[in-house]
């Protein structure tokens, strides 16, 4: 039987919770071209271009693209492994699990040029003369951006169904609803783009996609540190 300690935020959960805001936190170095020079259009440009080999500040973003995937694929182990087990919170925990992980490939996958600011790029991508990582990186991160979204989707929905996580029930299904809508967003911009028809201000969509799941990420992170009836279980010795 669960004892008031199992009840109780320990050092999973604080483990667990750090680990989530730290992912988040490193989910939008983007922001940093507010204050660097990076010559890429943050309305237009994909977020990926940052990370991009030919880029003077791509080591920088593909370190941190690095840290937040290994960071939030420790969260989802280490929560997958101590706290309590229910159908809704096992498939999200494995989804942010996939997120994490393609998001740590893919930063080991960048893009060579950036086809949005270099024409000779954009043709060369176009006429299947860039290296074969233009599109692992493309699957790379549409399977982060599947986990993200089952993720966000399945653990509110855990969070509302169990009773678990205050915060996260409350403020999730708003996030839901408009991370959909960015993605819906963003997957038009890259339809249009790839068929010629300009960017639709991608990078403008792909940036309020990352910022809503690095937001849900630190909510998370409170609804699990937080105390309550959150999903936390005893692990019998």
Known sequence: MPSS???RPGRTTTATAALLLLSALAYTAWVLEVVLSTGLDPVQAYVSELAAEDQPLGGL???TDLVAGLAVLAAA???LWRLERRPWAVAGWWSLALFGAATAVDSRLPLSCTPTADPECAARETAGLVPATHTAHAVSSSLAMVGAIGAVTLLTVAARRYGWWPPLARYGPWLVGAELA???????????FEAGHGTWTMGAGQRSQILLIAVWLGVLARSVAGGGADGRREVTR
Request: no cysteine; proline share 0%; aromatic share 10%.
């Open 61 to 63: 973003f593909r370190a």
């Open 5 to 7: 300690a199992a009840r």
């Open 77 to 79: 182990v280490t929560a």
């Open 182 to 192: 960015a993605t819906a967003w963003s997957l038009a911009a890259i339809a249009a």
